[in-house]
């Protein structure tokens, strides 16, 4: 059986032209060879993929990949396909990637890796490999948005009107069929929002730099785990205590909160820090000496009740 070895992205172009923005183009060329390059890591394989000279009908962008173990590369590519082609069926699939409990775990990760590697040392991917490792590329954020990113450049060129996504064999022959999107789902792919669930420590220490005394949306500045940083207080009990005075600060100053750690996903798929806030202020020290604040003290409460019903349940479902 003949093994996939090269990639082809066919760009169908309206009024059977064979140009097309080179901006686009080569935006979608990066974004290609970023997420090629993310399964290829994600997967454990080494690969170099080389770009093969252009072809008409449209334009059609051929990238060979060299590697190793040719059950690998048929799977890189395979797993391609299926990223390029396959149509998110709701919003919904993109929204649940930003949310920690419906992603893999690292542990879960490499065992399937492992499990795949051992399958393609004696054979060509089956069908059950493909699905295996299509969903653990699609589990990543890059590989996401970089997809994302190719779809959105792509929507702005109004010459394409359909983008199709082959396996080929080393002799260049169709594997099977052309995988097409039509414009009209271009959109389908694309990350609307890049903000991801904010990561929220219950019991931070934050010494106070800088508290803001007036009304307003300006952030205030402390120093947490040593790193200075700018936090917006969105507990509205206690500023409202440290507008009318009720609350003073001096040097060395703390609070203990529940902290927010907000989180985004930037233009390259990494995760970065967008910000921080303070939800509940739970104690404020001043001179060493700790105060628990009115709504420390329900937040707690409320909490422990919450821990309770989660006890209950688990001894029910014991």
């Known amino acids: 059986m003949d093994l996939a070895q090269k990639f082809e992205i066919h760009y169908h172009l309206l009024g059977k032209s064979h140009s097309m923005n080179a901006l686009v183009k080569n935006k979608c060329e990066a974004e290609f060879l970023a997420v090629a390059n993310e399964v290829a890591e994600i997967l454990g394989v080494q690969l170099v993929w080389e770009s093969q000279a252009l072809e008409e009908g449209g334009i059609r962008e051929i990238w060979v990949a060299i590697g190793a173990n040719n059950s690998q590369i048929a799977l890189i ?8 082609s396959t149509v998110p069926q709701t919003d919904q699939e993109l929204v649940d990637l930003q949310k920690e409990e419906t992603r893999l775990s690292i542990e879960e990760k ?27 590329a699609n589990d990543s954020y890059k590989v996401v948005t970089r997809r994302s990113n190719f779809y959105k450049s792509i929507s702005g060129c109004e010459k394409v009107y359909q983008v199709g996504f082959s396996s080929l064999d080393i002799e260049s022959r169709h594997l099977g069929y052309e995988r097409v ?31 803001v005394l007036k009304e307003g949306k300006a952030k205030w500045k402390g120093i947490y785990e ?60 001043e001179s060493g000496l700790s105060k628990e604040t009115p709504q420390g003290k329900r937040y707690l409460h409320t909490q422990k009740l919450l821990e309770a019903q989660i006890d209950l349940f688990r001894d029910k479902n014991a």
């Open 110 to 136: 490499k065992l399937e890796i492992e499990k795949l590697k051992k399958e393609l040392e004696k054979e060509a991917p089956s069908q059950e490999a493909l699905k295996s490792a299509s969903k653990i």
């Open 226 to 285: 040593g790193e200075h940083i700018s936090f917006s207080m969105d507990d509205r009990e206690f500023k409202s205590a440290v507008l009318s005075r009720q609350i003073s600060f001096k040097n060395g100053s703390e609070i203990v909160c529940v902290l927010l750690i907000h989180k985004k996903i930037d233009e390259l798929g990494e995760v970065v820090t967008s910000g921080y806030s303070v939800d509940v202020v739970l104690e404020n020290i």
């Open 181 to 211: 999107v039509e414009s009209s789902d271009f959109k389908k792919f694309i990350v609307t929002s890049n903000e991801l669930k904010p990561l929220e420590i219950k019991s931070a220490r934050i010494e106070i730099v800088s508290p």
């Open 77 to 84: 590519i395979s797993v391609l396909a299926l990223i390029w």
